[in-house]
Structure formats: C-alpha cells, structure tokens
C-alpha cells in the first residue's frame, strides 16, 4: 500500500510541474454537480469487488482549485474460505457515507476543451452486510481516495469527468480494502 501513494504522488508532483504555467478552466466562485458510478477492483485476498454511486457537489474557492462533498452509496462483494468445509462463502455489503474531497485541475488544454486534474478525499462509509449482520465489516468504516482525472467539455457548462483511483476503506492493517480503478461522471457547472 506504501508503495501505491508513493506512486500516486511522484505522479502528482510530475504532472503538477508541467502544468504549472497552463492551470486553470475552472474559475473562482464556480459551483460543480457530478453525478458519477466508480469501480474497483480489490487488492484484498478476501474482497472481490467495490461498486461506487453517488454525487458529488463542488465550489471553486480560486481559479482551478475545487473544494467539495460526495455522498454515495456502495456495494462490496467480499469472499471467505471456509476451513472445515474447503469451500468459499460470498458476502455482500451494502452501505452508503460521504467524502470531502480536494480536486486541483491544474493543467487546462487549449479553448478550455478540458483540464486535467489531482484528487485526494476522505469521509467515512457505513455498511450493512445483505446476509448476516455480524460480519468484519458492518458499521463505520474510514474511507479514503487518492487520483488523477480528466474533464472533457461536451457543452459550455457540462464536461465529461473519468479518473483513475487508490481507494482505501477501514483500518490500516489486513481487516482494510484497498482497491485501484476509476469512476464516470457527467459534471455540470454553474
């Protein structure tokens, strides 16, 4: 995990230097809706899958800069070998939270077509197992997303948003998820 947000941010700090001179496209006092769908694939032996839906709404405190709240639902698929019986049980968690989240768009491609830009959030997310309510991961759980993304303009003040993502849920030993994959939005700006 040490070794994905090192990546994750020399990746950053590499993209953040070449776009120091173009950033922007997103002015101050902007205000962003994004409904968006994410998925991941986990790197937990015991977790499958994580499905992410929800909304995200943001205000751009300086030109380029957007400071906001997502609020979603999930859906976790996890998987359990059973010792005695040498077969595996599927588990399934629904649940839903919010994030806060940072979002610097700090590269702008020309006639303001789109950005390019760098997100870190963290909130907490509440699950509810569909099978049995007493497994590893019903209640609160902290919730964590680190990526880079792209915002495509399809109209004046709609964009198309997709980004690629680490994102970590629950604590930091081996009960955590963490999963790598990406999320779809359609951001509308006011």
């Known amino acids: 995990m040490k070794k994905i947000i090192i990546m994750l941010a020399f990746m950053a700090t590499i993209m953040t230097t070449a776009g120091l001179a173009s950033a922007g496209g997103y002015n101050q006092g902007d ?9 991941y694939g986990l790197l937990n032996n015991h977790t499958n899958s994580l499905l992410t839906y929800g909304l995200d709404l943001g205000y ?14 999930v859906y976790l698929s996890t998987q ?3 010792p005695l019986g040498g077969s595996n049980s599927n588990y399934n968690f629904s649940g839903g939270g919010g994030e806060g989240y940072v979002r610097w768009h700090f590269y702008q491609f020309d006639n303001n077509a789109g950005t390019i830009f ?3 959030g963290a909130g907490a997310l509440w699950f509810s197992d569909t099978n049995d309510s007493t497994r590893l991961y019903n209640g609160g759980q902290f919730s964590g997303i680190a990526g880079l993304g792209l915002k495509y303009a399809l109209g004046k003040n709609v964009n198309v948003s997709l ?7 629950g604590n930091f030993d081996s009960s955590g998820i963490d999963g790598l994959g990406g999320s779809f939005g359609l951001q509308f700006t006011f």
Request: hydrophobic share 40%; no cysteine; proline share 3%.
């Open 118 to 120: 760098a997100e870190v």
């Open 80 to 82: 359990y070998s059973n």
């Open 60 to 73: 751009f405190v300086v030109d380029g800069l957007e400071l906001g709240l997502r609020g979603q639902g």
């Open 163 to 169: 980004s690629a993502n680490y994102r970590h849920i």
């Open 31 to 39: 205000i962003t809706v994004t409904p968006q769908v994410g998925f």
